[in-house]
Every structure is written in C-alpha cells, then in structure tokens.
C-alpha cells in the first residue's frame, strides 16, 4: 500500500471518449490508472496466445514520477472456471501517442497464471511489481496489452483481469534518460544446432544521453522439460552478465516455490523452477554499472553452456532493457517500499499475521551508501517506538529491515512507519518516508492448549519449533526425530506473551501434496484442552507453516464452527477409491455425499453416526473419469471438498 495525501482519480481506457482528466497534483500524491478492469481473458489454442489491448490516459509528460506500481489482480469468471495451467501471461506497453503510432512490444512485466481448477467462484488475489524504470513513457495516451498465453480450452475456462498503476508524484530518485531494447524472445537451450550463445551475442551501446550511470533490466524464465535434465524449467544453471568482458553480476536462474504466498494450488505449485513459480510475479533483474557521457561499452549475457544430444526443447524467454541514467538525485535519500509486516496484503499472507518484530522493506535512494536509519512507527498514532538501523545498503538497491517489539491488534487498526535521518544527514525527500498498513488480527490462545499433529510416510522430513518474542526455542522436535504415520500430542503450558510455530518440511511438499501419493496424508491441528478445534491448518502447505500469536490468562479462543466438520479427502486425486479424514467437536453424524461437477448428479451417499475424528474409505471407482465434490454435512453445517477421479496414470 502506498501512503498518499490524497488519491486522485482512477482512470479507466473508457476516459478517452471524455478527454484526458485534468487535475492539479503534488509530490506524493497518487494517481491510479486502470488500463483493464475485471477483462474476461482466455487463450487461444490455435496460437498459443491471446492479446487484449486496451488504451489508458496516463498523467501528461508535465507530472514526474517518483515511483510507479503496478497490481495485478486475478480473479474467476462469473461464467467460467478458473483457467487451470501455469501459462506465461505478459504485460506489453505496445503504443504511446495514438492508434497510428508504431509499436514499441516493451514488456513491463511478466506473471505466471496459477493453477486454478481448485479456486471457487469468489476467489481473486493480487500481486505487485515495481516497474518505475518505465516511467518516462507512461505518460498521455497509452495502450497497454495483456497477452495470456497458454493452449488450455477457451470455452469454460479463463480469468478475470485488472491492471491498476499508482503512480507517485515526485522528482526521480534516479532520473531516467532514455532506453535501448537489448535481447528480446524465446532462445532455445542446449540444441547443439541453435547454440544459445551464438543468439544471445554481446552487444555494443554508446551513450547517447549524456548519462552517467547504466542500468540492465532482464527478466528471465526458464520453460520446456527436456529429455536430459528437464531443461530448462526443471534445472538450475548459471547466468553470468558481462559489461566490457568483466563479470558484473552472476547467479542460478533459479526460484524456490515452497514458500509461494498463493497456495495451495491444483498443481505442482510448490515445485522449484528456472526463476518462476505457478500464480507469481516473475522478479526483474537489475544491474547498476557507471559510465562516462559519451563512451561506448559492450554487454553481454552468458549462460552456463550446456548440450542435450538427445531431443532439445528446452528455452529462456528473455526481455531486457538497458536504461541511459543520471546521477541520483540526492545524497541522502532513503525510501520506505512496503510494509512486509504487519499488513494485511496477500502477497505476505504466509508472515501475517504477526505478534513480534515488524518487517518492513526500505529503499537507498541516495547516491552514496546506507549505513543507518532511524525508524519510527505505531499503532494507530498512539505511543511511537524508535529502532536505530545500522547495516550497508548499496545505492538505489533495497533491503528488508527487522524493528523491535512485540506487535499485535485486533484487525483493521493501522501501523504506521516513518524513517529519517540517514546516515545521520537531513533525508533530501522526505515526502516517501512514511507508510502505513492494516493490520491483520493477532489471534488470541490461552495459556494450555494441544498442538495435535499426525506425521505421513516420509514423517523424518517434518519438524516444528516454537520460539517466543525474544527469538528463545520453548519447544522443538527435530527433523528425522518423528516417526512415520503417528499422531502427535504436545500439550503446550505457556507464559501470557507472543509466540509463532514454524512447522517446516525439507523436502517443501507439506503433509500432502497430490503428486506425491505414496508420501501419505498428515495434519497439523491446534486444540483446546477439551479437544475442541483452535485452528486448523491446510497440509499442502509446502515448505512451512508460520503462525504467530498471543498468549494471554483468561483467553477463550471462539471454537470455528463454520469450518467444521473438518473433511480432507486423501489423495485428492485418485482412482476412486480413496480416504477422507474427519473431525468435529463432539460425537455426532456426519452425511457424506459425492456429486458430479455440475452437481446434478449423486454418485455416492453415506451417514457415519458417532464420528468424533475417523477416517473412513471410500470407493466410487465405478464412475467415469472427471472432477467431483464431497460434501460432509453435521450438526446444520456443510463442508465441501473437489476431488478428481482419473482411472489411468
């Protein structure tokens, strides 16, 4: 969320038809620029992609921006499902000035699609990107395209799209004076025929802006699974970038997705990837380099050679942009990005919310090096706490900082941060030294409860810790110390303070995970001391769970009765004949009904009287082929479950 005094307009692509929207602003205010609103997309399988272009009235060249985000948002179709494959959705700038004006093809951005079959019809998140560096061209008439690729049906699948640009008001941190399209494309890996490095040459550049300092933009995916070493969405291998044949920056096209804020998904989510993960922002690559006004210089980006003698089909698609820019504005600039924690924002869903150290995310706007901070922030303007940072935060590169203290409040109250002094010097812009953040509830525990678990089949990949406020280990069971298929009971007596668990898996595929069957099925649960449910949570959770809360005397955590009976069918995807694991409160019937996925037909119907926690086998291997709902019905309460029938391999 980015702090503004005042937010001034959103703009749709519909505004062209009244002209573009006059009004006064300032440094630090925020105008939204909406070039898609809730647009319906599918693919289209006879190309492989789909384009949806839309022109949008930016601010007028006149309006400098300090700082550009752009959130895109997903949701369902009222009409159709959810798409259902990881596909790679891009964001193109095509035109600036008018319909006659030649296409630039400039990508601002690149999104991953989730694997949704899984997500109802209410389902939406959000993701955000930092695209700034393209600022001196979102000015005036715009057209901004969305183009969701993929092969998937385009008659009951696809998403609901919004494209939303805050831009900031204000003096560049780093001016930005023009730009030159480098190595753009899909460029084939390891086919001996087509050598990478014959298609990715160095390229030569001479300064023609009177700039002072180079910056690289390269967004970089890996995609194919070849027969050799799953090239190249499946391998880790080396980029190293060159600037004069000197190694300027060098790292593994390599993202981890266990951790993925949006999960669990229907696929393979959780499985590491060339420097993507399913239902995510792709994360841009900067390299900052000096250069004198006029001088020419060569770039060039190598990749870790590598030959499949086999079948190749492995690629990199790969846009890149070099950026002509001046010096920094200021000296002494530091810039508050984003409040990691706490907030209420999904994409840090998996550290919300918090009872300890806030997070929150800092920029050296500068020209010289950070080396420290004062911060200063509350809840809700009440009594501030201050944390003096010290540490080395390099010229416009950003750093997340820990501040001190035990942070908790019920939900919908504001934390508030504010940063100055850096390096002990005046902050030569002040006006984005503050942000503020909802806070999302600190839940409330009393002072005994069960932390109840049941490890699966490959339980020694599974440990949890629980530290409290000062960061000491109160209770810990080590990885390979648990043994397989066991529940687990900890009674846990604690002090009234904070406290957060961390249930980890080394492997990061959770309790279960469908693609991994032969894993088994485990749960992690929290109970009170009458075994009624606390919370519970979801086993296909990757590599962990945090949960962080409160423990206080006279706490009566309100028993979640809208999530119970708790049902989760095992494997979820199946043959037919599968388990599902129940609970609820007390002892009661529970009614467990199967239909198809239009819901019109029942294939299974069955009442299990006196089930307190059980699992029961079922068997409909009878049934075609094809997406089903389990619904578990007690006591007036309904919960329901998708599961897929699929009789081969």
């Keep these: 969320m980015v702090r503004a005094s005042t937010v001034l307009a959103v703009v749709f692509a519909s505004v062209l038809a009244f002209g573009p929207l006059k009004v006064l602003a ?68 095509r035109r600036t000035g008018g ?24 389902w939406h998140f959000t993701w955000q990107t930092d695209v700034t560096d393209f600022g001196f061209l979102l000015h005036d008439s715009v057209e901004i395209e969305f183009n969701h690729g993929g092969y998937e049906s385009n008659t ?45 040459r160095p390229i030569p550049f001479t300064d023609r802006f009177e700039a002072q300092r180079g910056r690289l933009r390269i967004v970089q995916t890996g995609h194919g699974m070849d027969d050799s070493e799953n ?18 920056e060098e790292r593994q096209i390599w993202r981890r997705c266990g951790t993925n804020p949006l999960s669990p998904q229907a696929g393979t989510w959780l499985y590491d990837r060339a420097n993507w993960c399913p239902g995510s922002i792709v994360f841009p690559d900067l390299v900052d380099f000096a250069i004198e006004p006029g001088s020419t210089h060569t770039l060039a980006i190598a990749m870790q050679p590598y030959a499949n003698t086999k079948t190749p089909t492995a690629n990199y698609c ?60 509350q809840i809700d303007g009440g009594d501030p706490q201050r944390y003096h940072w010290r540490g080395i935060i390099p010229s ?40 503020t953040s909802i806070i999302a509830a600190t839940p409330e525990y009393p002072t005994q409860f069960v932390l109840a678990f049941r490890t699966n089949n490959d339980s020694t990949q599974n440990g949890y810790e629980l530290v409290d406020a000062q960061g000491n280990t109160v209770l810990k069971r080590d990885p390979r110390s648990l043994r397989p298929r ?81 049902v989760n069918p095992f ?44 699992t029961v086998q079922l068997d409909i291997s009878d049934v075609p082929d094809g997406v089903y709902f389990l619904t578990a019905t007690s006591a007036g309460h309904s919960v329901t479950r998708r599961i897929r029938v699929k009789h081969g391999d």
């Design 99 to 122: 319909g006659v004006s030649p296409s630039r093809d400039i990508e601002l951005a690149r999104m991953i699609s989730p694997y949704g079959s899984r997500f109802g019809p209410s």
């Design 318 to 377: 790969i846009h890149s942009y070099l950026f002509y820019c001046g010096q920094p504005r200021a000296a002494h600039d530091v810039s508050v990005l984003d409040i990691i924690a706490p907030s209420a924002r999904e994409e840090w869903g998996r550290l919300n919310p918090i009872c300890g150290d806030p997070l929150i995310l800092i920029r050296n706007s500068g020209s010289e090096p950070l080396t420290s901070v004062e911060v200063r922030y």
């Design 486 to 566: 066991t529940n687990c009971r900890d009674t846990l007596t604690l002090a009234p303070g904070c406290y957060q668990l961390i249930f980890a898996d080394t492997v990061g595929d959770g309790l279960d995970f469908w693609a991994n069957p032969d894993g088994g099925y485990g749960y992690v649960r929290l109970l009170d001391m009458q075994d009624h449910l606390i919370h519970s949570f979801n086993s296909d959770f990757g590599s962990e769970i945090r949960h962080s809360f409160r423990v206080g005397l006279d706490v009566h955590p309100p028993v979640p009765i809208d999530t119970l009976p708790l």
């Design 231 to 248: 090239c190249a969405e499946f391998c880790s291998k080396t980029r190293r970038v060159l600037l004069d044949d000197s190694v300027r």
């Design 156 to 200: 009951d699948r696809g998403w609901l799209i919004t494209l939303d640009f805050a831009l900031t008001e204000g003096p560049p941190a780093l001016p930005i004076l023009g730009m030159d399209t480098l190595w753009n494309g899909t460029f084939p890996y390891g086919d001996t025929s087509k050598p990478i490095e014959q298609l990715l």
């Design 396 to 435: 416009q590169r950003d750093a997340a900082i820990s501040l001190l203290g035990s942070w908790g409040a019920i939900e919908g109250h504001t934390f508030e941060v504010t940063l100055s002094s850096p390096d002990s010097a005046m902050d030569e812009y002040p006006a984005d030294n503050s942000m």
């Design 571 to 614: 494997p979820v995807r199946n043959k037919g004949i599968f388990s599902v694991e129940l609970f609820q409160n007390e002892p009661g019937e529970i009614a467990l009904t199967i239909t198809d996925e239009s819901g019109r037909k029942t294939v299974f119907r069955r009442s299990f009287p006196d089930i307190k926690e059980a």
């Design 26 to 93: 300032k440094p630090g205010d925020v105008t939204h620029v909406v070039s898609h609103a809730n647009r319906k997309v599918v693919t289209d399988p006879s190309k492989g992609f789909n384009a949806y272009r839309n022109w949008a009235v930016f601010p007028s060249t006149a309006t400098p921006y300090r700082r550009i985000v752009l959130s895109v948002t997903y949701r369902c179709p009222d009409s159709l499902r959810c798409g259902e494959w990881d596909y790679i959705d891009g964001i193109f700038l």
